[in-house]
């Protein structure tokens, strides 16, 4: 009959959930020259860390406060605190010297997900299009959804300390609505709370913390190399998978 639906053809023209969320893009449509800054700030998050992991064996033992300030390596942060105890710079300012570094790209991540949404979210989880990785994908999107809702701002604080990756929970911050001055300052705080601690841990050691950074020093060029290898093995074993 003329008015008649076949139950099959509605069945057929009917998007499934998770074809919805198989989204290539984090963007609706076409992206914006917003959506293009902000893919190339996270490329350029991406080239940044991976450009100092080789330095930080090469700077530990010569310049830990500079590695400090623009790396924000933990590793640095028990250094300088060493240094500090050994009268070469005030403790605060080998506190404050480590916030830089570790927060630099934090507010991208929160202006990807005020901009995008959940999408940013799955942006970083992956798109593994295997109906069990996208229900898997699914649950963490919801449980940092409500996350946000209910512990936004201490969740940011504590981002450091949670058994997730703090990207993950700045993502959710912007999503979550919250304006980009709060979330600066409860990432100030969380980060002083982080390397505070850091810090004071060298500063504790003294003496014994910058003599094993010397000798982190002596081998410098060998562990930098090491490390080199092991970005490289990394990379192309995750291209082999890509390929199989």
Do not use: N
């Not at 917003?34 to 940044?48: E, P, R, S």
């Not at 700077?59 to 924000?72: F, K």
């Not at 919801?142 to 700045?170: D, K, Q, T």
């Not at 014994?208 to 562990?223: E, N, R, W």
């Amino acid at each position: 009959m003329g008015g008649t639906l076949d139950p099959m053809t509605l069945a057929t023209d009917t998007p499934e959930p998770q074809t919805r969320r198989q989204v290539l893009t984090p963007w609706a449509e076409g992206a914006g020259r917003v959506d293009t800054t902000i893919v190339l700030l996270i490329c350029l998050y991406a080239a940044y860390s991976l450009t100092l992991w080789p330095l930080v064996p090469a700077l530990i033992g010569s310049h830990p406060l500079l590695l400090e300030m623009v790396s924000g390596s933990t590793l640095a942060e028990v250094t300088v605190g060493a240094h500090s105890r050994l009268g070469e710079l005030p403790l605060w300012w080998a506190v404050a010297a480590g916030v830089p570094g570790s927060m630099m790209f934090d507010w991208v991540f929160w202006w990807a997900g005020r901009r995008w949404g959940d999408r940013a979210l799955h942006l970083i989880l992956g798109r593994d299009p295997s109906p069990r990785a996208v229900a898997r994908r699914e649950a963490r999107v919801a449980r940092l959804e409500r996350m946000a809702e209910r512990f936004g701002p201490a969740a940011v604080v504590l981002a450091y300390y949670l058994p997730l990756p703090s990207l993950l929970i700045y993502v959710a911050a912007g999503l979550s609505g919250m304006r980009l001055r709060t979330f600066l300052a409860l990432d100030v705080a969380g980060t002083l709370l982080w390397v505070g601690p850091m810090v004071g841990l060298g500063y504790a050691v003294g003496k014994p913390a910058v003599d094993v950074v010397h000798q982190i020093d002596h081998y410098s060029t060998l562990l930098t190399i090491v490390v080199v290898l092991v970005v490289i093995g990394v990379q192309a074993r995750s291209r082999r998978r890509a390929i199989r």
